[in-house]
């Protein structure tokens, strides 16, 4: 048993086990909070090992397989012995493939030296802010944000500096908004989109105008947009390096296989970013990790290069889930949520829930909203206040549409008390 003794700013100042005292841990690591959704997701996988019939919307993880021309390069990969380590950074063969897919999503131009592969995104966001910024560094974060981006930031020893995104303005930044929150310590925007809680998209003249900013105030951002080939009603963005050379000089690209290919147990992402930034980030990688897997990598491949009509079956599916999801909530009363235009996940906003007593249960926060509705409605969500959302419950459809019908309902009694 690990007793933490009291004393320091962290309470990790020393460490008793078995009788042993230890010294303290380090300050930043034994900060790190646990992931809200992670936590959420093993709980629900937990509850439905022991029988329970819970319904899941907390994980952000397509419910497709992943496709069979990718498995089948994999197993192929496997048969020709391509086990072995490849560069840190990726083999040429993927880099080569990413630079094609920006090329043909985005009109980007990348070379390959300009790329670098990790095992996944979430990788590709530490090393980003690991390569950008100095202890005490500012690091502007628009709220809702994706519950690991903060940890992240704070993790590489920066100092997170939120900008509100309210539901009035559908989850959006304004450019007068990031140029008020730059000072002389920032270093970098984080941007996510589409938008990992909020479906939101930017235009690409919204972003022309983040952008613009950015090269003005001289900050680099790191554009997360893993959730780019999700996009529904016909919208359209654009991809921030893409918004001119001032601006793909200071922008590092993240994207991955995970969500687009139904491929997150591969653990392949990757990023895109100057020459000298990539090589900065390259050497960072070749003594943590070392290189992501190779039979992913050669997965990768086949899925970047290959037919792409499975995103857009997925896509499809996605979008229909997103209509429906939409519609039943905001056919309830007391809860609502905006009309995302991308990835998977709607924000539910449960303030008019604040106060009630729902089945013996005071509503104080939308923690108390999602635990109360996973103890009795038998729904797991992600509550919004990991998320700076304080108001707000994720809900992820990348479920079956059973799912979605079945806790729509669940919901739908759930509120009655
Ligand atoms: C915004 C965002 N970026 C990155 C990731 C991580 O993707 P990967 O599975 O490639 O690590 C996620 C996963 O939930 C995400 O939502």
């Known amino acids: 048993m690990l007793a933490i003794l009291q004393g320091g700013a962290y309470n990790v100042r020393e460490a008793t086990i078995g009788g042993i005292t230890l010294k303290e841990l380090a300050q930043i690591a034994s900060a790190v909070q646990v992931s809200s959704t992670m936590a959420m997701d093993a709980l629900a996988k937990q509850m439905a090992a022991d029988g329970v019939d819970v319904v ?160 003005e105030k001289d900050i680099y951002v790191i554009s997360d947009e893993i959730y780019c080939g999700l996009l529904y009603g016909g919208v359209k963005t654009a991809s921030f390096a893409s918004l001119g050379e001032d601006i793909k000089e200071r922008a590092i690209l993240i994207n991955g296989v995970s969500k687009s290919y139904a491929m997150t147990g591969w653990r392949i992402g990757y990023l895109l970013s100057s020459e000298k930034i990539a090589k900065v980030m390259a050497n960072y990688l070749s003594h943590s990790t070392g290189s992501p897997g190779s039979v992913s990598q050669a997965a990768s491949v086949a899925a970047l290069i290959g037919p792409q009509d499975c995103v857009e079956a997925m896509r499809r599916a996605f979008e229909e889930r997103r209509n429906y999801i939409v519609s039943r909530v905001n056919t309830m ?29 005071l509503i104080q926060s939308s923690d108390d909203f999602s635990a109360a509705l996973l103890k009795h409605g038998l729904v797991a969500t992600v509550p919004g206040s990991g998320m700076g959302a304080p108001s707000f419950v994720r809900w992820s459809y990348a479920t079956s549409m059973d799912n979605i019908k079945k806790g729509m309902d669940r919901l739908e009694a759930f509120l009655r008390g």
């Open 56 to 215: 899941g919307f907390g994980a952000g993880e397509p419910d497709f397989n992943t496709p069979d021309h990718i498995k089948a390069a994999a197993v192929r990969a496997i048969a020709e012995n391509i086990t072995r380590y490849t560069p840190a950074s990726g083999t040429a063969a993927l880099k080569q493939a990413v630079c094609r897919r920006v090329k043909e999503d985005f009109g980007l131009d990348y070379q390959p030296s300009q790329v670098v592969a990790t095992s996944g995104a979430k990788h590709c966001v530490y090393i980003a802010l690991r390569a950008l910024v100095n202890p005490g560094d500012e690091v502007i974060l628009p709220a809702p944000f994706w519950v690991s981006y903060l940890e992240l930031i704070k993790m590489a020893g920066g100092t997170p500096v939120v900008v509100s995104a309210p539901e009035s303005a559908r989850f959006k930044i304004t450019a007068g908004q990031l140029a008020a929150a730059v000072t002389p310590r920032t270093k970098a925007l984080v941007l996510n989109n589409p938008c990992n809680p909020t479906g939101t998209v930017y235009t690409k003249e919204e972003l022309a105008a983040l952008a613009k900013v950015c090269v």
């Open 333 to 361: 009363d007391g809860v609502s949520c905006v009309k995302p235009d991308g990835a998977f996940y709607i924000m539910m906003n449960v303030e008019k829930q604040l106060g009630r007593t729902l089945h013996g249960e």
